[in-house]
């Protein structure tokens, strides 16, 4: 602490006022509105009381901010207003980090040793607010923060699902999931605005007819939605801004279908309530794969229509005109689930604001910006038209003409006469909306989310809008909330940088390489060394208490965790865990350092081979953990519900970072920064941002196995045998043969045909059997290198170090470089 004079007051004593403070305040809260006295209350009424008193300083700060935001745009504009949008926010807990952020950790540590609580223990009292399937999500709520803490004015904006990603319970090995009900230990964060909500039409009746030379039309009969906004602020570390995540909740618009009711049926007057409000109950739980339902197009265009209106209703009142729109605003689609974004700011300029279809386009073009997250056929937005057509029918006619011109475009300037390419591109076709061409044909800007992803975009999803418009093609790294993911879940390791580099890391994100400078440091090393030890230590404890297994700190941990997918390949792992297992069973005497494997990962609902995979995992483990011999050596741990906050337990006993996902099919990757920066080293393709993880760290800090992904595309091309390999491989041979056998008394011979001969598609279509001789080479590379202490301690210092680039900030400075041209207000 800086023993810094201010006015007659030390810090210290500034502090101790600070607390007193905060104490007055949460004692009137428990007494005001939880009937309690500090003395009394419990664990649960202390976290709502802090929650409820964090959330009024913020909201005080807020309006500290609004005053900062006002000012900028009366000095005209040296900054834009920055509008996020994104299906998902997976936002995690709060308390902690708001604590965190506004320097109170400590403060309230003090409050509560009064009590001999801990803060551990009102932190575990906080539901995650799991807004969001995994990645994508994560992504956004990063975003958030490193726009907050780096002092952006911006908005997020998405949806209030009443029901989170759902829990996940193991039962018998088979994943089942309960409805995340978040909302009576979360709703201390949401602030609900019912004077500020926007109405959403659906349906009616559409007629198109010219007047004047201009075209008009009716719409009649439509079903009218409230949207209710409920924000949340987003505080940022040490930040002046306090930005806002604005989440919209569905409402019948009168509330009641009074008609209905007075003429008796009261049925149909209930329907119609909760046919509106049944869109914000629940997110739609599939990651990567496209769901294609009518529900989950209301809840899209809900989203979007609202914000819209939103953002230009505001930006009309600040500027009193729109004309200026593009030059002082961002709006950024994250993925094309906000595509519609661009058919309704259509709408609006030209409907509301009597812009021409040229000034209008202008204005969109001019203020959208779109980040593509994959380039997984089976997850590329499609909608059907005839749905499109009969539930927004305004929005479909502006699609219709969005693709005539962009047709006649092509056809008379850049492509003439090459429906081939014209029809790939365009918009509408085979009877469906194409999300992506229309985010792509609507945006200044289309950026992927690591170098090769972005390149992949330009040579191939995206190759013939690129031969079109190259300079709206770029690339920026995704990154993570590193205070979060390093300061706050490992303050251990946080305090180390403290005391070898200064505590400047924690804003200036370049400043965490200066820790590569002890990598060869002994007694650094050794800090790490321990650090990392007693994080397994306590991992281990959760374990326990979780899954009644005892796992061994001095054993080598490997992580795999992230949503169950094919193309992620925990398959390609768990068949690797077999061979290890069918080599201890041949030779139990076999001296080796135990190997501690540990995977977490949600399936889909619907998602069932990814179902039978957690189940194969689950039952391996089962088998391996009991056998008294082999358990010695081996344990295989599956932690049910992989969310944040587990995700924060996890990251800092990692050792060694899975990420072996068929090379060109994982776009970025966040995980492998989070596993990263707290000192794990990573065992990967040269996949996503796993090929720029390596650019950091150098060949000799990294280990990677695999074909690449240019290498993936030719053997496609060629025909992929999977057969051969496990022909050729004897080890391999074994392991899948074990599926059929199965484990704990279940066969898994329906992997074993996933493998060798499916009855669809072709055989091993991610190519597990393909990598999987180099993948066990490459990993016994790895852990001869975990022997040697010294040296491995050194590649834990230099990945901790070189992940400074991976910071959220870092992305968001480029995004507002290169991509949405605005700088900090504050
Ligand atoms: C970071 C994160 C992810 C993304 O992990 P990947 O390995 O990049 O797929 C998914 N889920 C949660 C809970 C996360 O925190």
Same mark, same amino acid.
């Given at each position: 602490?800086?023993?810094?004079?201010?006015?007659?007051?030390?810090?210290?004593?500034?502090?101790?006022?600070?607390?007193?403070?905060?104490?007055?305040?949460?004692?009137?809260?428990?007494?005001?509105?939880?009937?309690?006295?500090?003395?009394?209350?419990?664990?649960?009424?202390?976290?709502?009381? $802090?929650?409820?008193?964090?959330?009024?300083?913020?909201?005080?700060?807020?309006?500290?901010?609004?005053?900062?935001?006002?000012?900028?745009?009366?000095?005209?504009?040296?900054?834009?207003?920055?509008?996020?949008?994104?299906?998902?926010?997976?936002?995690?807990?709060?308390?902690?980090?708001?604590?965190?952020?506004?320097?109170?950790?400590?403060?309230?540590?003090?409050?509560?040793?009064?009590?001999?609580?801990?803060?551990?223990?009102?932190?575990?009292?906080?539901?995650?607010?799991?807004?969001?399937?995994?990645?994508?999500?994560?992504?956004?709520?990063?975003?958030?923060?490193?726009?907050?803490?780096?002092?952006?004015?911006?908005?997020?904006? @998405?949806?209030?699902?009443?029901?989170?990603?759902?829990?996940?319970?193991?039962?018998?090995?088979?994943?089942?999931?309960?409805?995340?009900?978040?909302?009576?230990?979360?709703?201390?964060?949401?602030?609900?605005?019912?004077?500020?909500?926007?109405?959403?039409?659906?349906?009616?009746?559409?007629?198109?007819?010219?007047?004047?030379?201009?075209?008009?039309?009716?719409?009649?009969?439509?079903?009218?939605?409230?949207?209710?906004?409920?924000?949340?602020?987003? @505080?940022?570390?040490?930040?002046?801004?306090?930005?806002?995540?604005?989440?919209?909740?569905?409402?019948?618009?009168?509330?009641?279908?009074?008609?209905?009711?007075?003429?008796?049926?009261?049925?149909?007057?209930?329907?119609?309530? %909760?046919?509106?409000?049944?869109?914000?109950?629940?997110?739609?739980?599939?990651? %990567?794969?496209?769901?294609?339902?009518?529900?989950?197009?209301?809840?899209?265009?809900?989203?979007?229509?609202?914000?819209? #209106?939103?953002?230009?209703?505001?930006?009309?009142?600040?500027?009193?005109?729109?004309? !200026?729109?593009?030059?002082?605003?961002?709006?950024?689609?994250?993925?094309?689930?906000?595509?519609?974004?661009?058919?309704?700011?259509?709408?609006?300029?030209?409907?509301?604001?009597?812009?021409?279809?040229?000034?209008?386009?202008?204005?969109?073009?001019?203020?959208?910006?779109?980040?593509?997250?994959?380039?997984?056929?089976?997850?590329?937005?499609?909608?059907?038209?005839?749905?499109?057509?009969?539930?927004?029918?305004?929005?479909?006619?502006?699609?219709?003409?969005?693709?005539?011109?962009?047709?006649?475009?092509?056809?008379?300037?850049?492509?003439?006469?090459?429906?081939?390419?014209?029809?790939?591109?365009?918009?509408?076709?085979?009877?469906?909306?194409?999300?992506? %061409?229309?985010?792509?044909?609507?945006?200044?800007?289309?950026?992927?989310?690591?170098?090769?992803?972005?390149?992949?975009?330009?040579?191939?999803?995206?190759?013939?809008?690129?031969?079109?418009?190259?300079?709206?093609?770029? !690339?920026?790294?995704?990154?993570?909330?590193?205070?979060?993911?390093?300061?706050?879940?490992?303050?251990?390791?946080?305090?180390?940088?403290?005391?070898?580099?200064?505590?400047?890391?924690?804003?200036?994100?370049?400043?965490?390489?200066?820790?590569?400078?002890?990598?060869?440091?002994?007694?650094?090393?050794?800090?790490?060394?321990?650090?990392?030890?007693?994080?397994?230590?306590?991992?281990?404890?959760?374990?326990? &208490?979780?899954?009644?297994?005892?796992?061994?700190?001095?054993?080598?941990?490997?992580?795999?965790?992230?949503?169950?997918?094919?193309?992620?390949? #925990?398959?390609?792992?768990?068949?690797?865990?077999?061979?290890?297992?069918?080599?201890?069973?041949?030779?139990?005497?076999?001296? *080796?350092?135990?190997?501690?494997?540990?995977?977490?990962?949600?399936?889909?609902?619907?998602?069932?081979?990814?179902?039978?995979?957690?189940?194969?995992?689950?039952?391996?483990?089962?088998?391996?953990?009991?056998?008294?011999?082999?358990? #010695?050596?081996?344990?295989?741990?599956?932690?049910?519900?992989?969310?944040?906050?587990?995700?924060?337990?996890? *990251?800092?006993?990692?050792?060694?970072? &899975?990420?072996?996902? =068929?090379?060109?099919?994982?776009?970025?990757?966040?995980?492998?920064?989070?596993?990263?920066?707290?000192?794990?080293?990573? *065992?990967?393709?040269?996949?996503?941002? !796993?090929?720029?993880?390596?650019?950091?760290?150098?060949? &000799? %800090?990294?280990?990677?196995?695999?074909?690449?992904?240019?290498?993936?595309?030719?053997?496609?091309?060629?025909?992929?045998?999977?057969?051969?390999?496990?022909?050729?491989?004897? =080890?391999?041979?074994?392991?899948?043969?074990?599926? &059929?056998?199965?484990?704990?008394?279940? @066969?898994?011979? !329906?992997?074993?045909?996933?493998?060798?001969?499916?009855?669809?598609?072709?055989?091993?279509?991610?190519?597990?059997?393909?990598?999987?001789?180099?993948?066990?080479?490459?990993?016994?590379? $790895?852990?001869?290198?975990?022997?040697?202490?010294?040296?491995?301690?050194?590649?834990?210092?230099?990945?901790?170090?070189?992940?400074?680039?991976?910071?959220?900030?870092?992305?968001?400075?480029?995004?507002?470089?290169?991509?949405?041209?605005?700088?900090?207000?504050?």
């Amino acid at each position: 602490m800086k023993k810094q004079k201010i006015g007659d007051l030390t810090a210290n004593e500034i502090r101790d006022v600070d607390r007193k403070e905060l104490k007055v305040k949460l004692e009137s809260y428990l007494a005001n509105v939880m009937h309690t006295t500090f003395e009394r209350a419990t664990a649960e009424e202390l976290y709502k009381g $802090l929650a409820t008193v964090v959330n009024g300083q913020l909201a005080d700060q807020r309006m500290e901010f609004n005053r900062k935001r006002i000012h900028n745009h009366r000095r005209k504009d040296t900054s834009k207003k920055i509008y996020y949008i994104c299906m998902e926010f997976l936002l995690g807990q709060s308390l902690k980090n708001h604590l965190y952020n506004l320097g109170e950790t400590e403060m309230v540590e003090e409050i509560l040793q009064e009590r001999d609580m801990t803060l551990e223990q009102i932190y575990d009292c906080e539901p995650d607010a799991g807004l969001g399937n995994g990645g994508l999500g994560r992504l956004a709520a990063c975003f958030m923060d490193a726009l907050t803490a780096d002092g952006y004015d911006a908005t997020g904006y @998405s949806l209030c699902y009443e029901y989170g990603l759902f829990k996940q319970m193991i039962a018998d090995g088979w994943q089942m999931e309960v409805p995340d009900n978040w909302l009576p230990g979360g709703r201390v964060w949401l602030n609900a605005r019912e004077d500020d909500s926007f109405k959403v039409k659906f349906y009616g009746d559409y007629h198109e007819y010219w007047e004047d030379g201009r075209m008009k039309y009716n719409l009649e009969h439509v079903q009218e939605v409230e949207a209710i906004p409920y924000d949340m602020f987003i @505080s940022g570390a040490d930040s002046k801004a306090v930005n806002k995540l604005r989440l919209w909740l569905a409402k019948d618009w009168d509330g009641f279908d009074m008609a209905s009711f007075n003429s008796g049926d009261f049925t149909k007057a209930a329907q119609r309530t %909760n046919s509106a409000e049944m869109i914000t109950k629940v997110l739609y739980p599939a990651d %990567n794969i496209e769901e294609g339902k009518e529900l989950r197009l209301k809840q899209q265009y809900l989203m979007v229509s609202a914000s819209c #209106q939103n953002i230009v209703r505001d930006q009309y009142a600040i500027y009193g005109t729109l004309d !200026n729109f593009e030059k002082n605003t961002v709006i950024h689609i994250n993925d094309t689930h906000p595509a519609l974004c661009v058919p309704e700011l259509m709408r609006i300029f030209m409907d509301d604001y009597g812009y021409s279809w040229d000034d209008a386009w202008k204005k969109v073009v001019g203020t959208i910006s779109y980040t593509n997250h994959t380039v997984l056929a089976e997850a590329l937005e499609k909608w059907n038209e005839g749905l499109v057509q009969s539930m927004l029918p305004r929005i479909y006619s502006i699609i219709q003409e969005i693709d005539r011109r962009f047709k006649e475009e092509m056809n008379t300037r850049v492509f003439p006469g090459d429906w081939g390419k014209i029809n790939y591109m365009a918009p509408l076709g085979e009877q469906k909306v194409h999300m992506a %061409n229309l985010a792509v044909i609507g945006s200044h800007h289309i950026n992927g989310v690591s170098a090769l992803h972005s390149d992949i975009l330009k040579e191939d999803l995206f190759h013939d809008f690129y031969l079109w418009v190259p300079e709206r093609f770029t !690339n920026v790294t995704n990154g993570i909330a590193y205070r979060r993911w390093l300061c706050q879940s490992n303050p251990a390791l946080a305090s180390l940088l403290d005391e070898t580099i200064g505590s400047s890391y924690r804003h200036k994100y370049e400043k965490l390489r200066d820790f590569a400078e002890f990598k060869d440091d002994a007694s650094v090393q050794a800090e790490v060394e321990k650090i990392k030890r007693e994080n397994k230590v306590r991992l281990g404890k959760l374990i326990k &208490e979780r899954n009644g297994i005892d796992v061994d700190p001095d054993s080598l941990f490997v992580v795999q965790a992230k949503r169950m997918h094919e193309y992620k390949r #925990q398959l390609l792992n768990a068949l690797r865990i077999i061979s290890r297992y069918q080599m201890l069973r041949n030779d139990p005497t076999i001296d *080796m350092r135990p190997e501690t494997y540990i995977f977490g990962a949600k399936a889909a609902p619907s998602y069932y081979l990814a179902k039978h995979f957690i189940q194969l995992i689950v039952k391996l483990g089962q088998e391996i953990n009991n056998d008294p011999v082999i358990s #010695q050596k081996l344990k295989v741990v599956f932690l049910e519900n992989y969310s944040v906050s587990v995700a924060e337990k996890l *990251m800092p006993a990692t050792e060694v970072s &899975e990420q072996i996902s =068929l090379a060109g099919k994982e776009a970025s990757g966040t995980g492998n920064m989070k596993m990263m920066i707290n000192g794990a080293v990573t *065992m990967g393709t040269l996949d996503g941002a !796993n090929v720029e993880i390596r650019e950091a760290v150098g060949d &000799e %800090n990294i280990f990677i196995f695999g074909q690449k992904a240019h290498e993936v595309e030719q053997n496609l091309r060629e025909g992929y045998r999977a057969r051969d390999y496990y022909e050729q491989n004897d =080890l391999l041979r074994d392991a899948v043969d074990a599926l &059929e056998y199965g484990f704990a008394g279940e @066969s898994f011979s !329906n992997i074993k045909s996933y493998l060798l001969d499916p009855s669809y598609s072709i055989a091993d279509p991610y190519m597990c059997l393909k990598d999987f001789d180099d993948y066990c080479k490459v990993h016994q590379e $790895l852990q001869d290198a975990y022997e040697d202490r010294a040296r491995w301690n050194s590649m834990s210092i230099v990945n901790i170090a070189e992940a400074a680039r991976f910071a959220a900030d870092r992305s968001i400075d480029d995004y507002a470089k290169w991509i949405w041209h605005t700088k900090p207000i504050v």
